[in-house]
């Protein structure tokens, strides 16, 4: 079962994905990033390999696309707030994004 990060775990694991963009979300256990691409053609198509990897690990993350840039937020809804779950896709999207 999946369950929310420990305070030793959110220290090592979300401080690597806070120096790549990421941050958290006032008011809300979830971290957000924005991710701008060429144009929509390659924002559409990284949320296409984003959303293969989502749904293999069935983790989806909340986003939204408006022409070449994507807001992102993760949160892991089952357990109410941040899950490894959430540090894995975030770390697949940056991956992806490079």
Known sequence: MTELLSDTARETMLEPLMKT???????????????????????????TRVAIWAEKWNHHPEWSNVYKTVEVTLA???VGGLSSLDVKLARKMDTLAD
């Open 21 to 47: 963009g990421w941050a958290m979300v006032e008011g809300r256990d979830a971290i957000t990033k924005t991710f701008q691409f060429a144009d929509f053609t390659d924002a559409f198509g990284w949320m």
């Open 76 to 78: 892991t809804h089952d």
